[in-house]
């Protein structure tokens, strides 16, 4: 069975962002999900001096080769002040200094929510640009706007059917692509 890893670019117990990668899981059949709570998973802040003195986390090095096993990667990406959150960025830099090719040739799923009406828009245009820096191919993107308004975290659905369709759409193209 093909393995897709989940997860979001947030490291906050809240995250509206984790909130759609369990819908988007969700709606998935047929693979092994690993979906991740980064909320459970502190890194130091990034240098080259704590690296140095302290190397790399076990749990780093267990996500890197989780990576490397996957299929694919869905990610949603949140947005601090027009940019990826420095949680996301800290852990892409942590990553890529142990594999710097840790995403090679893995087809992602890009979303990206927040309260705000362009949806994370910004971020997720950062994170593609990014993403294949590291091996990432990027193959569908998805961005849910006014997050309140779109999204019932009571039901954990997309309650905009319009949003919703093109949510699925994006969705059951990127499944068709690791088939």
Sequence with gaps: MKK??????????????YELV????????????????????PFPMF????????GYKNSLIELKDDFLEADGVVISVNEHN???SAYFKNLLDWLSR???????????????TSAGKRGAISSIT????TLPRFGAVVENIFSLPSYEENFSKKKGVIVNEE?????QEQLDDFLKKLS
């Design 126 to 129: 950062i994170t593609e640009q």
């Design 47 to 54: 240098s080259e001096d704590e690296e140095r003195e302290n």
């Design 98 to 112: 142990v594999e710097y090719k840790f995403l090679q040739d893995k087809p992602v799923f890009l979303m990206g």
């Design 4 to 17: 897709i890893i989940a997860f979001a670019g947030s490291n906050s117990s809240t995250s509206i962002n």
């Design 163 to 167: 949003l919703k369709q093109k949510h």
């Design 22 to 41: 369990k819908y988007t899981v969700s709606l998935i059949d047929d693979f092994d999900i690993q979906l991740l709570n980064m909320a459970n998973m």
């Design 82 to 84: 027009g940019n990826p």
